[in-house]
Structure formats: structure tokens, C-alpha cells
């Protein structure tokens, strides 16, 4: 069962934060985030990992709550190059393999 | 400088026919994936491998057969294509595919239209 996100779009100014949520009804072992601009390759931004560790490359947060299997991640200050569709990804159980929800479409306006 | 190539990048094949795409990569990197993306549902998985002949099936597995003779290379093979297999395909790397790793690296896709 795929993870849900929410919202299924935003739109913002530049400048404005975002919070993009994912909630999975498996008990995670973590949680990845990736960013896809249209006609492109989907590009990973973030692993949030069972127990606290989180790995990232880019100017973004993000939480992992392990007691409710909800992530968040958060924009801040967006930028015009922040715009594409966010994916979440979750891996339950021992299962090397991720799960990914339908996708948060962010357009980030002048 | 691309560790994970697709072949081919655009398909236009008639339904009945076998199909197969080829995903290559350099990064020696253990596990490999194929996902499907379609409108509305986001990636779904097909099917994956976790090592030279160990592959498992995916959530959308069923049309779809794969194989692995060799680390770098990952082939998908659409036994015979539907409509409803037209789609954009992924392929994506990971080296630890647990998690503990980099997340996963995706090809630049395969657009594969079936008529």
C-alpha cells in the first residue's frame, strides 16, 4: 500500500515555506525523499532513518515520527528552482525496496 | 557522467509484441530496480534484484519478467505489451538498498508507448 501525501499540489511565492507530509500505515524503517522536475529523472534529496539518523545533500529539513509513521518535509525561503513534484518513499520491515506515494506537485512563483 | 543508463530512451511498439529494456550502470552497486510512473499513481514498483540471478517481484509485477546475469545490467522485459503497460519506466540503483546508504540513483527513463 503506497504511502499517502499531502497536499497533492501547492503553490507558492518565492520566499514562502512549505510542508509536504507523508504517512504510511506500515511501521517504517525509514523514510527517503526525492524531488522530480517535469521530464526528468526523479533526484534524491533525504534519508530519514529509524532511530534519528538523517542523511541530506540540500538546504531542506525534514522529521520522521516513528510512532505515528509520518515524515514531513520542510521548505523554507523557497526558491524558484525548489518547483517539481516531491515524492516521499518508505521501506517497511526488513524488505530492501521502497514504497512511493503519488507525489506533491510545488510550484514555486515569482 | 551518468553511473545508470536506460535503453532506449523512447518505444513505440505494437501491443502483442515482446519488449525489452535494458537498465546499465557503473556504480557496482548491488541492488537494482525497475518502477513504472503513470499519472496519479506516483513510482510503482515492478520488480527488483538484490544480486546477480536474486530478483523479487514488486507490487505490479504481473506482464512484466526481468533478469540479471550480470552486476551492471538490468533488463525488463514486457512478455506481451498491453496498452496498459504504457507508461515511463525507471530504473534506479542503491548500493545498500536498506536505507543506510545514499537513496537510490534513477536512469533518465524509458518512454514506452504502446499502440
Known amino acids: 500500500q503506497q504511502p499517502v ?7 507558492l511565492r518565492e520566499g514562502e515555506d512549505a510542508v509536504i507530509n507523508c504517512s504510511s500505515s506500515k511501521a517504517l524503517y525509514s523514510v527517503h525523499w526525492y524531488r522530480q522536475k517535469h521530464g526528468e529523472a526523479p533526484v534524491f534529496l533525504m534519508i530519514l532513518l529509524k532511530g534519528g539518523e538523517q542523511k541530506g545533500h540540500e538546504k531542506i529539513s525534514a522529521s520522521f515520527n516513528e510512532k505515528k509513521q509520518q515524515s514531513s518535509l520542510y521548505l523554507t525561503a523557497s526558491q524558484l528552482s525548489y518547483s517539481g513534484t516531491y515524492f516521499c518513499g518508505t521501506e517497511a520491515g526488513t524488505a530492501s525496496k521502497l514504497t512511493f506515494g503519488t507525489g506533491t506537485r510545488l510550484q514555486v512563483t515569482l | 557522467d551518468a553511473g545508470i543508463t536506460q535503453s532506449p530512451r523512447h518505444k513505440v511498439t505494437e501491443t502483442g509484441t515482446p519488449v525489452t529494456l535494458r537498465c546499465h550502470q557503473t556504480e557496482n552497486h548491488r541492488y537494482m ?7 496519479g499513481h506516483g513510482l510503482r514498483l515492478i520488480h527488483y534484484s538484490y544480486g546477480v540471478k536474486d530478483t523479487d517481484k514488486g507490487e505490479v509485477s504481473d506482464g512484466y519478467s526481468v533478469s540479471r546475469s550480470k552486476t551492471e545490467d538490468f ?7 498491453t496498452s496498459s503497460q504504457t507508461s515511463v519506466y525507471f530504473c534506479a540503483i542503491s548500493d545498500s538498498g536498506s536505507g543506510r546508504g545514499d537513496g537510490y540513483t534513477f536512469g533518465s527513463g524509458t518512454r514506452l508507448t504502446v499502440v
Not at chain 1, 501525501?5 to 503553490?11: N, R
Not at chain 2, 530496480?33 to 499519472?39: C, K, V
Request: hydrophobic fraction near 40%.
Open chain 1, 5 to 11: 501525501q499531502s497536499p497533492q499540489a501547492v503553490i
Open chain 2, 33 to 39: 530496480y525497475w518502477y513504472r510512473q503513470d499519472p
Open chain 2, 75 to 81: 533488463l525488463l522485459t514486457l512478455e506481451s505489451a
